[in-house]
T-cell receptor, first 115, second 114 residues
Framework: ETGVTQTPRHLVMGMTNKKSLKCEQH?????MYWYKQSAKKPLELMFV???????ENNSVPSRFSPECPNSSHLFLHLHTLQPEDSALYLC??????????????FGEGSRLTVL | GESVGLHLPTLSVQEGDNSIINCAYS??????FIWYKQESGKGPQFIID?????DKRQGQRVTVLLNKTVKHLSLQIAATQPGDSAVYFC?????????????FGGGTRVLVKP
């Protein structure tokens, strides 16, 4: 069992649907991330939450809405997506302290297909 | 977690041989570099890191080399094993003071032949 759990593993949705991706980390970390991995681009950072506060929004369209209710849970709410949003969405966590370690712990991802 | 569809450079290596995976970065201000491994169906996994004040760092069967003059990073895997088959990504942290915000490269697929 990984320390970062993502659900669902696979999701197919229409462009008018509303769905959410869920991430839970069991590592006691204080930072959580959403990354997008698509066929056309390298891993792209979307959002960063540090101590539940959003510290980064990497120019992500508003049809993606993150939510971090506590330091263990992270959601990505999806609404009126486009087919080009089809990708693997990866959640990660890390322990941020005085020194950055670069060690992100990734979940196995949620494979999203937008029809 | 597989990078299906990406036209990744592929390194085919015989089991037991050494592997060398290369990565070029563009930002001379980057001060921290990391290598990740992504096996099929899984998320990326941290392998080893190196800071810009070093040019070499060794781990278990892996060595990372950093050449800041030509902005080049490499990962060497000794005695490559079938379990090393995966996609390998280099990542850089451009501004460590801004926290853990990594920029990933496109990846290299390593195929280990028995």
């Amino acid at each position: 069992e990984t320390g970062v759990t993502q659900t669902p593993r696979h999701l197919v949705m229409g462009m008018t649907n509303k769905k959410s991706l869920k991430c839970e980390q069991h590592l006691g970390h204080n930072a959580m991330y959403w990354y997008k991995q698509s066929a056309k681009k390298p891993l792209e950072l979307m959002f960063v939450y540090n101590f539940k506060e959003q510290t980064e929004n990497n120019s992500v369209p508003s049809r993606f809405s993150p939510e971090c209710p506590n330091s263990s849970h992270l959601f990505l709410h999806l609404h009126t997506l486009q087919p080009e949003d089809s990708a693997l969405y990866l959640c990660a966590s890390s322990q941020e302290g005085r020194e950055v370690t670069g060690e992100l712990f990734f979940g196995e991802g949620s494979r999203l297909t937008v029809l | 977690g597989e990078s299906v569809g990406l036209h990744l450079p592929t390194l085919s290596v015989q089991e037991g041989d050494n592997s060398i995976i290369n990565c070029a970065y563009s930002n001379s201000a980057s001060d921290y570099f990391i290598w990740y491994k992504q096996e099929s169906g899984k998320g990326p996994q941290f392998i080893i890191d190196i800071r810009s004040n070093m040019d070499k760092r060794q781990g278990q069967r892996v060595t990372v080399l950093l050449n800041k003059t030509v902005k080049h990073l490499s990962l060497q895997i000794a005695a490559t094993q079938p379990g090393d088959s995966a996609v390998y990504f280099c990542a850089e942290n451009i501004d460590e003071a801004a926290g853990n915000k990594l920029t990933f490269g496109g990846g290299t697929r390593v195929l280990v032949k028995p």
